[in-house]
């Protein structure tokens, strides 16, 4: 047979064989479109809503329906408003439009962020992981639907380079979630840990970001302060992972926090990339302090001022002012613990 006969009827075999995958995303690079554009009232969570009340009541609480309207994107957004963004925040065609057109707002479809339709609808039709036979619509079922690779297509990507107004990636990974997991090998998916139907648990739940962490041991031996923090909870990827402004800090102070004596933080830390004239976001990761999901202590050894009271906090920075600068948003960060201590 010709051999690029061969060739071709491989490459049919192949593309026959690879799980179709409309449901995922790209990264950001356009927004999506739903095949629905011309029946707006479906694009609406409160559509579904009717039929699906527990999918929707815990969507209702979830990151990903404030994934617009939180206060901490949109005051990030105001200083790089970058159609980019809205392709992950809001990512409906629709919701861009309104976007626009200034028509967000309380009631739009844009302030929904993620929702039902930015993920179950495509081409016309609904799609998920699996099928009831009595569905009152027709479901498509791809595999794949809620895979880790599935939550990458929005959590792992590269930082951008926009020169001139047009849009690439560059090398250097901005959230790096999924190769993190990847890298550890954990057995068990994303939605496992994450997902209580449609919950999202994660840090902006404090009850699930306050259970991480085992309360601090403290011992004094002359004037150097031991302080041990165990993390009980099981994890599959750094800590802190995601956005590039999250950090875990440890802090101590001998006067209430008006000063600090001693910060250890745990983040990614980026210094500006090579800046050419019109080139934006170009950085690079300079060291790297996050926890590993293999390490489950955290140790530091102080030295103190013997006799003076000890005010200790642990913080989760969603937005930590070190990495990104003043934030305007209110709850850029979590007080997971605090104490006096009297050594
Ligand atoms: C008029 C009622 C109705 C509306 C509106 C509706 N659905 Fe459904 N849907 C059903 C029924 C009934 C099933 C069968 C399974 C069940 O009972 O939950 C189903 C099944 C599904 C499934 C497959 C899961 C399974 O167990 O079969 C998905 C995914 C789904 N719907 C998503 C949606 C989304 C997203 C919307 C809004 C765009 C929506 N549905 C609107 C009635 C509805
Ligand atoms: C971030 C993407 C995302 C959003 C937003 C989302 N879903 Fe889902 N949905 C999923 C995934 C992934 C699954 C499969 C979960 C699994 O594997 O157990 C799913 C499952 C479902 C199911 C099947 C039954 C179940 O709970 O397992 C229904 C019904 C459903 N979603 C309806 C909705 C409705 C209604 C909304 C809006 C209120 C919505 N979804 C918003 C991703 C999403
Ligand atoms: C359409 C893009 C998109 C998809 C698909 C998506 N996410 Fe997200 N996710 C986001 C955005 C954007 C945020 C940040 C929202 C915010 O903080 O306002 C987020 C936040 C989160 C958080 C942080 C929660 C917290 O409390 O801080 C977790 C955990 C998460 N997503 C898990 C998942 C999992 C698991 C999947 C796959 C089933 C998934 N996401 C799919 C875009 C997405
Ligand atoms: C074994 C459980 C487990 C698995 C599996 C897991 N995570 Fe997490 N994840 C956690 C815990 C615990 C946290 C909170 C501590 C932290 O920030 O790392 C977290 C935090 C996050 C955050 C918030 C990061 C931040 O610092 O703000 C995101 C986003 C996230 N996970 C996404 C994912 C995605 C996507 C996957 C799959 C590729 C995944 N996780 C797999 C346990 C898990
Ligand atoms: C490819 C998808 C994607 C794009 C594009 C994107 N983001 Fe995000 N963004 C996410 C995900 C996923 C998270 C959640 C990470 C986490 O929880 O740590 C997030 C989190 C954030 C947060 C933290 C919100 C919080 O509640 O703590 C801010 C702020 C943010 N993004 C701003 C932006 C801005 C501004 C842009 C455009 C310059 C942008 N994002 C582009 C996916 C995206």
Same mark, same amino acid.
């Given at each position: 047979?010709?051999?690029?006969?061969?060739?071709?009827?491989?490459?049919?075999?192949?593309?026959?064989?690879?799980?179709?995958?409309?449901?995922?995303?790209?990264?950001?690079?356009?927004?999506?479109?739903?095949?629905?554009?011309?029946? !707006?009232?479906?694009?609406?969570?409160?559509?579904?809503? =009717?039929?699906?009340?527990?999918?929707? =009541?815990?969507?209702?609480?979830?990151?990903?329906?404030?994934?617009?309207?939180?206060?901490?994107?949109?005051?990030?957004?105001?200083?790089?408003?970058?159609?980019?963004?809205?392709?992950?925040?809001?990512?409906? /065609?629709?919701?861009?439009?309104?976007?626009?057109?200034?028509?967000?707002?309380?009631?739009?479809?844009?302030?929904?962020?993620?929702?039902?339709?930015?993920?179950?609808?495509?081409?016309?039709?609904?799609?998920?992981?699996?099928?009831?036979?009595?569905?009152?619509?027709?479901? /498509?079922?791809?595999?794949?639907?809620? =895979?880790?690779?599935?939550?990458?297509?929005?959590?792992?990507?590269?930082?951008?380079?926009?020169?001139?107004?047009?849009?690439?990636?560059?090398?250097?990974?901005?959230?790096?979630?999924?190769?993190?997991?990847?890298?550890?090998?954990?057995? !068990?998916?994303?939605?496992?840990?994450?997902?209580?139907?449609?919950?999202?648990?994660?840090?902006?739940?404090?009850?699930?970001?306050?259970?991480?962490?085992?309360?601090?041991?403290?011992?004094?031996?002359?004037?150097?302060?031991? /302080?041990?923090?165990?993390?009980?909870?099981?994890?599959?990827?750094?800590?802190?992972?995601?956005?590039?402004?999250? =950090?875990?800090?440890?802090?101590?102070?001998?006067?209430?926090?008006?000063?600090?004596?001693?910060?250890?933080?745990?983040?990614?830390?980026?210094?500006?990339?090579?800046?050419?004239?019109?080139?934006?976001?170009?950085?690079?990761?300079?060291?790297?302090?996050?926890?590993?999901?293999?390490?489950?202590?955290?140790?530091?050894?102080v030295d103190i001022v013997k006799k003076k009271k000890i005010d200790y906090r642990l913080l989760y920075y969603f937005h930590d002012?070190?990495?990104?600068?003043?934030?305007?948003?209110?709850?850029?960060?979590?007080?997971?613990?605090?104490?006096?201590?009297?050594?």
């Open positions: 047979m010709n051999l690029n006969l061969i060739k071709f009827i491989f490459v049919l075999i192949f593309l026959f064989c690879q799980e179709s995958q409309d449901t995922f995303f790209d990264k950001g690079l356009t927004p999506i479109e739903t095949g629905f554009e011309t029946e !707006k009232s479906k694009l609406s969570a409160s559509y579904c809503k =009717s039929c699906h009340a527990k999918s929707h =009541s815990t969507w209702e609480d979830s990151i990903h329906r404030k994934s617009w309207k939180n206060s901490l994107f949109q005051h990030s957004f105001e200083l790089e408003p970058m159609d980019w963004c809205i392709h992950c925040h809001a990512p409906l /065609i629709s919701q861009k439009k309104e976007i626009y057109l200034k028509k967000s707002g309380k009631n739009s479809l844009s302030d929904e962020g993620i929702n039902c339709a930015s993920c179950h609808l495509r081409k016309g039709k609904i799609y998920g992981n699996k099928k009831n036979q009595n569905s009152f619509h027709e479901v /498509i079922v791809e595999k794949n639907f809620g =895979s880790p690779e599935y939550c990458a297509s929005c959590h792992e990507f590269n930082f951008p380079t926009l020169k001139s107004g047009s849009f690439k990636f560059s090398h250097e990974p901005m959230q790096s979630t999924y190769s993190e997991y990847r890298k550890y090998g954990s057995e !068990k998916k994303c939605n496992s840990c994450h997902m209580e139907n449609h919950f999202v648990k994660g840090p902006h739940s404090k009850n699930f970001l306050r259970s991480i962490f085992a309360t601090a041991e403290f011992e004094f031996e002359e004037n150097v302060l031991f /302080i041990a923090i165990e993390i009980i909870k099981k994890r599959a990827h750094h800590l802190p992972s995601g956005d590039l402004f999250r =950090s875990l800090s440890i802090e101590l102070s001998y006067d209430n926090f008006k000063t600090k004596f001693f910060t250890k933080k745990f983040a990614r830390f980026y210094k500006m990339g090579q800046k050419d004239s019109g080139t934006i976001w170009n950085r690079e990761l300079e060291y790297d302090s996050s926890i590993k999901p293999t390490d489950s202590l955290i140790r530091v050894a002012p070190e990495l990104g600068g003043e934030s305007k948003a209110e709850n850029s960060f979590l007080i997971l613990q605090e104490k006096k201590l009297n050594p």
